[in-house]
């Protein structure tokens, strides 16, 4: 009879964490090239179709894994899960706009800044204590998102950094939120981001004369990006993560962020311009200096799900 050490067991739940993780990065990184494939579709009508099927996968999902609704989960976190579903609707809606009206290059580069803007909003909602080199870090990042906005001064490409910074603030509060109302499980959070974001975003597609009946071709690119992009995503990321260091769960998101112009330029020839390149790499050292530090301050302990 084989026997399992636990220290396998450990072993093989970080090997498979890591695996889960990556792929979601590697799905998240194909919304670029997702919202580039749709021909007529605005902001509104993708997120609308986007969060139709993100809401039905999310919500058979958690009724499979708990064997209650989405809705049992909400009602027991309360408003933060409100707060945290509203601030994601602004998030998806920054993040669509941003990619279309600029590089998607640069739209996932400030995406990336999420995580910093979280813990500055840890520290002012919640006192939670901000690492001495997570500041160096942060005025790192700032100095490179200067050098990426630079050569942005005025139109579409200025307002859409304007808007990927907005979908990482709502990112961040999203995070901050569920903090506040102690929930370890994101995705009842995110089923009623959906929820809302389907009601929010078919009012104002009646208001302003957007036709609610997209083309095949955009209705099918938007809701498969609902289920593949970012539903089966949050799902491997919320299997994975259980047993990772957030050291690690920081480098690995940084696939996200170098796939994501990499679909572009291979599928699409999209490239880049030079402030961006320079100001992402001086903000993915900022990201990976940040998360290797503090894996060496302390390290978590890696356990078995």
Request: hydrophobic share 55%.
């Given at each position: 009879?084989?026997?399992?050490?636990?220290?396998?067991?450990?072993?093989?739940?970080?090997?498979?964490?890591?695996?889960?993780?990556?792929?979601?990065?590697?799905?998240?990184?194909?919304?670029?090239?997702?919202?580039?494939?749709?021909?007529?579709?605005?902001?509104?009508?993708?997120?609308?179709?986007?969060?139709?099927?993100?809401?039905?996968?999310?919500?058979?999902?958690?009724?499979?894994?708990?064997?209650?609704?989405?809705?049992?989960?909400?009602?027991?976190?309360?408003?933060?899960?409100?707060?945290?579903g509203l601030s994601l609707v602004a998030a998806y809606a920054g993040g669509i706009y941003a990619i279309q009206a600029t590089s998607v290059a640069n739209a996932m580069l400030l995406f990336a800044t999420a995580?910093?803007?979280?813990?500055?909003?840890?520290?002012?909602?919640?006192?939670?204590?901000?690492?001495?080199?997570?500041?160096?870090?942060?005025?790192?990042?700032?100095?490179?998102?200067?050098?990426?906005?630079?050569?942005?001064?005025?139109?579409?490409?200025?307002?859409?950094?304007?808007?990927?910074?907005?979908?990482?603030?709502?990112?961040?509060?999203?995070?901050?939120?569920?903090?506040?109302?102690?929930?370890?499980?994101?995705?009842?959070?995110?089923?009623?981001?959906?929820?809302?974001?389907?009601?929010?975003?078919?009012?104002?597609?009646?208001?302003l004369g957007l036709p609610l009946v997209l083309s095949p071709r955009d209705g099918g690119i938007a809701m498969g990006m609902g289920v593949f992009q970012v539903g089966a995503g949050l799902i491997l990321y919320?299997l994975g993560s259980r047993t990772l260091p957030a050291a690690e769960l920081t480098l690995l998101s940084l696939a996200e962020v170098l796939l994501g112009p990499f679909w572009v330029w291979l599928f699409l020839?999209?490239?880049?311009?030079?402030?961006?390149?320079?100001?992402?790499?001086?903000?993915?050292?900022?990201?990976?200096?940040?998360?290797?530090?503090?894996?060496?301050?302390?390290?978590?302990?890696?356990?078995?799900?």
């Amino acid at each position: 009879m084989t026997h399992v050490l636990p220290s396998q067991t450990a072993e093989h739940s970080h090997r498979t964490g890591l695996i889960f993780v990556f792929l979601a990065g590697v799905l998240w990184s194909t919304v670029g090239l997702g919202i580039r494939l749709i021909e007529e579709a605005v902001v509104w009508q993708i997120l609308l179709y986007r969060s139709v099927s993100l809401s039905a996968l999310l919500f058979a999902v958690v009724w499979l894994r708990t064997g209650k609704s989405p809705i049992s989960h909400i009602r027991r976190t309360g408003w933060p899960a409100v707060i945290a579903g509203l601030s994601l609707v602004a998030a998806y809606a920054g993040g669509i706009y941003a990619i279309q009206a600029t590089s998607v290059a640069n739209a996932m580069l400030l995406f990336a800044t999420a995580p910093f803007m979280t813990a500055v909003l840890g520290w002012v909602v919640l006192q939670e204590a901000v690492r001495k080199a997570t500041w160096i870090a942060i005025f790192v990042a700032l100095a490179g998102i200067g050098i990426m906005v630079a050569d942005k001064s005025a139109g579409a490409a200025l307002s859409g950094s304007l808007a990927a910074i907005g979908s990482a603030l709502g990112f961040a509060i999203f995070t901050v939120a569920l903090r506040w109302g102690k929930s370890g499980e994101m995705l009842p959070a995110v089923f009623l981001s959906g929820v809302f974001a389907i009601l929010i975003t078919a009012v104002i597609c009646l208001s302003l004369g957007l036709p609610l009946v997209l083309s095949p071709r955009d209705g099918g690119i938007a809701m498969g990006m609902g289920v593949f992009q970012v539903g089966a995503g949050l799902i491997l990321y919320t299997l994975g993560s259980r047993t990772l260091p957030a050291a690690e769960l920081t480098l690995l998101s940084l696939a996200e962020v170098l796939l994501g112009p990499f679909w572009v330029w291979l599928f699409l020839g999209e490239t880049a311009t030079l402030n961006t390149l320079i100001g992402g790499a001086i903000l993915l050292a900022a990201i990976a200096g940040n998360a290797v530090s503090g894996a060496r301050r302390k390290p978590p302990p890696i356990t078995a799900p």
